[in-house]
């Protein structure tokens, strides 16, 4: 097994070394640059937001706690995804903003609770931000769905 890791490690260097790459993918890129760099492959996926879709709202200055997408199997080819993140802005601004965020994307309000925004367009975008006091701060859970391009 440690001569196959060997190997494994030498060709990657080996390709690196040629400015090559392994993928088109940037998110392969950069869990591929994050695990040269020491950072297990699955940590670094899960907090790569490079994929998620434009009318998915981060609040600013937000540290974000985990990402992730990919294809769900609904008709069309379709993905889904979570992201969380923390921040020390109050519940209610947050919710505010994020409803704000989705109205200027286009997404129709769907439904709402002092905790929840929910907003979409028919099979085509959704997106459901659920925000709650955490340790202090305001844990954000955002889930969405977008039929692929």
């Known amino acids: ?6 190997l494994t490690a030498l060709a990657l260097v080996a390709a690196c070394g040629r400015g090559e790459r392994s993928t ?6 950069n869990v591929a640059a994050a695990a040269a760099a020491g950072v297990p492959a ?8 490079s994929n998620k879709p434009d ?6 200055n937000a540290t974000i706690l985990s990402c992730t997408a990919a294809p769900d199997g609904l008709e069309g080819r379709h993905v889904s995804g979570n992201l969380v993140y923390e921040t020390d802005a109050p519940v209610k601004q947050v919710l505010g903003w994020s409803r704000g965020q989705a109205n200027a994307s286009g997404l129709k309000y ?17 997106l459901r931000v ?13 889930s969405w769905g977008q039929k692929a391009s």
């Open 42 to 49: 699955n940590v670094a996926a899960a907090v790569d937001c």
């Open 110 to 126: 769907r439904h709402e609770t002092g905790f929840s925004y929910e907003a979409g367009e028919e099979a085509e975008r959704s």
């Open 55 to 60: 009318f998915v709202p981060v609040y600013a």
């Open 24 to 29: 088109e993918d940037p998110v392969g890129q």
């Open 130 to 142: 659920v925000a709650e006091s955490h340790l202090g701060r305001t844990r954000v859970s955002i």
């Open 1 to 6: 097994m440690g001569r196959t890791a060997m």
